[in-house]
């Protein structure tokens, strides 16, 4: 098993294993450039039937920062999938034994080590060795940075059929032998991003879902009919998992700010300034909902609903500057 992993939790699963394969390759990028150049950022405001309560996501569906980040560092990219759990652990072993870590999509609910309980199907995870009993494995700092599980348990975290979830996924990286300079690469990766999120196809996404949140979210303590264990909860998510709060602004944010170091431009000074400012409103509009959960008081996710009115038009102005970084 390697002992020279070097193995740094992030604070998002998919850019901290990314980190992790990526340095094995000699290329340290911060994990900010990594979900930038990814074109990670997004909004998605998702409710249905099946869910118990609304999600809120702030970041695009799992796995596709991956192949953005692959296609824009020009990265190879091995994505291994099978139905077949012999098959899949051959996958895995196969690359550990050669001395290189893999990248696993799974379900973090069987993990063991796993601080809360919830059925995730789009966790990320670097492995790095195994032995007769554990698997050994890179998650965020909030997990723990360097963990490991019982074999038993990764199995069944792979094996794991439900919304985003993929069939034992696991993926290598094997970079160029010189990356280009990151200077040419962040302009199409930020304009890229830029346009996805001002033109989505569907109402609830992008700009247009940040608005709809901020209609629909005044009417969480109707939504539930447990509001103190609800909002709190997706508050929680919020600021600590990033799904549709500061986290992952607060990882552009300072993803812009590394590319006004490389780029001298007023569309991308403008551009992190507002997610700067974003980035402090989400923030606030978590601790309005957790408080109208605890308090049960609705004046208080009428507040957040009005700060997501906000964030709708500040993160629209924000990409629409963004976009013009090929002007």
């Given at each position: 098993m390697r002992t020279d992993i070097e193995a740094r939790g992030g604070e998002h699963c998919e850019t901290t294993a990314l980190g992790v394969l990526l340095r094995d390759q000699g290329v340290d990028l911060s994990e900010a450039m990594l979900f930038g150049l990814g074109s990670g950022l997004s909004f998605i405001y998702w409710d249905s039937k099946s869910l118990g309560f609304p999600f809120l996501g702030g970041r695009v569906k799992p796995f596709e920062l991956t192949r953005n980040l692959a296609g824009t560092l020009e990265l190879e990219l091995l994505v291994q999938e099978t139905t077949s759990p012999r098959r899949a652990w051959e996958n895995v072993a196969g690359s550990i034994d050669a001395g290189h870590p893999v990248g696993l999509q799974l379900d973090s609910?069987?993990?063991?080590?796993?601080?809360?309980?919830?059925?995730?199907?789009?966790?990320?995870?670097?492995?790095?060795?195994?032995?007769?009993?554990?698997?050994?494995?890179?998650?965020?700092?909030?997990?723990?940075?360097?963990?490991?599980?019982?074999?038993?348990?990764?199995?069944?975290?792979?094996?794991?059929?439900?919304?985003?979830?993929?069939?034992?996924?696991?993926?290598?990286?094997?970079?160029?032998r010189e990356l280009r300079s990151l200077?040419?690469?962040?302009?199409?990766?930020?304009?890229?991003?830029?346009?996805?999120?001002?033109?989505?196809?569907?109402?609830?996404?992008?700009?247009?879902?940040?608005?709809?949140?901020?209609?629909?979210?005044?009417?969480?303590?109707?939504?539930?009919?447990?509001?103190?264990?609800?909002?709190?909860?997706?508050?929680?998510?919020?600021?600590?998992?990033?799904?549709?709060?500061?986290?992952?602004?607060?990882?552009?944010?300072?993803f812009l700010g590394e590319c006004t170091n490389l780029l001298d431009s007023t569309h991308l000074r403008t551009g992190h300034q507002l997610y700067g400012e974003a980035a402090a409103l989400w923030t606030e509009v978590a601790a309005l909902i957790s408080t109208a959960g605890e308090s049960g008081d609705a004046q208080y996710v009428v507040k957040a609903g009005a700060l997501l009115d906000d964030l709708a038009r500040i993160e629209r102005d924000a990409m629409q500057a963004l976009s013009r970084l090929n002007a």
């Open positions: 609910y069987y993990l063991e080590y796993f601080s809360s309980k919830v059925q995730f199907g789009g966790h990320v995870v670097a492995m790095y060795g195994y032995d007769d009993q554990n698997a050994y494995l890179v998650d965020t700092d909030q997990q723990g940075g360097a963990v490991s599980t019982s074999l038993s348990s990764l199995a069944e975290a792979r094996a794991a059929r439900g919304p985003m979830t993929a069939k034992h996924r696991s993926f290598t990286l094997t970079a160029p200077a040419v690469q962040i302009v199409p990766a930020i304009t890229r991003c830029a346009d996805a999120f001002l033109h989505p196809p569907i109402a609830n996404v992008g700009h247009r879902g940040i608005e709809k949140a901020g209609k629909l979210v005044p009417r969480w303590l109707q939504r539930t009919d447990d509001p103190r264990r609800d909002l709190p909860q997706a508050a929680l998510l919020m600021e600590k998992a990033g799904t549709g709060g500061a986290l992952f602004r607060n990882l552009y944010r300072d």
